[in-house]
C-alpha cells in the first residue's frame, strides 16, 4: 500500500509522541516507507473526533500498521497517543483493523508487545490470547532486558 506523504507525516507524528524511548520500539520513517511499498502492510489512522478521515491540521490520535501473509496478518504497530488514551479511541481503531482483517478473509491477526505493556488490556478484550513468550527480546538503554509477549486471535 503506497500512503500519502501527508499520511506519514501523520504516522510519524504518532509515532514520535506514543512509543516511550526507552524500549526502542518506535520505527522510523524510511522503515514505515518501505514497509509500506513492499505492498503487503496496510495502515490505518483516527483522528480525536474518531474519524478515520482526518482533515489537514487536525490532530492525529493514533495509527495501526499490520502485515498480510497469506491468510494471516500481523499488527506491526498500534499507538494511540498519550492525551488522547481512555477515550476509546484504541478499542474504535482495534475494531476497525479487526473489521478488515476478517472481511478481508484473515483466519488469524497475530501480535508482539513488551511484556507489562499496558496495551495488553485492550488486546485482551478483544480477544487476543498469548501463545508464546521471547525471553529478553527487548533492550532498554540501560541494559536490562524484557521479554516479547506474541498474542494471537482467530477468527
Not at 46 to 66: E, K, L, N, R, V
Not at 102 to 123: C, D, H, T, W
Request: with cysteine.
Amino acid at each position: 500500500m503506497n500512503a500519502p506523504l501527508d499520511d506519514i507525516d501523520r504516522i510519524m507524528s504518532v509515532m514520535e509522541r506514543a512509543f516511550p524511548a526507552e524500549f526502542g520500539e518506535a520505527w522510523n520513517r524510511r522503515q514505515v516507507i518501505e514497509a509500506l511499498l513492499v505492498g503487503n502492510c496496510r495502515y490505518g489512522l483516527i483522528g480525536a473526533d474518531g474519524d478515520d478521515q482526518i482533515p489537514s491540521g487536525q490532530d492525529t490520535a493514533g495509527f495501526f500498521m499490520s502485515r498480510v501473509v497469506l491468510d494471516e496478518e500481523e499488527l506491526l504497530l498500534f499507538a494511540i497517543v498519550p492525551e488522547h488514551r481512555r477515550k476509546g479511541l484504541g478499542h474504535q481503531l482495534l475494531s476497525r483493523f479487526l473489521e478488515t482483517a476478517k472481511q478481508s478473509g484473515m483466519s488469524r491477526v497475530f501480535l508482539e508487545m513488551r511484556k507489562g505493556n499496558p496495551a495488553a488490556i485492550l488486546y485482551a478484550a478483544h480477544g487476543f490470547i498469548q501463545i508464546g513468550t521471547r525471553p529478553s527480546y527487548y533492550r532498554t538503554p540501560d541494559g536490562n532486558r524484557i521479554d516479547a509477549i506474541s498474542q494471537e486471535l482467530s477468527f
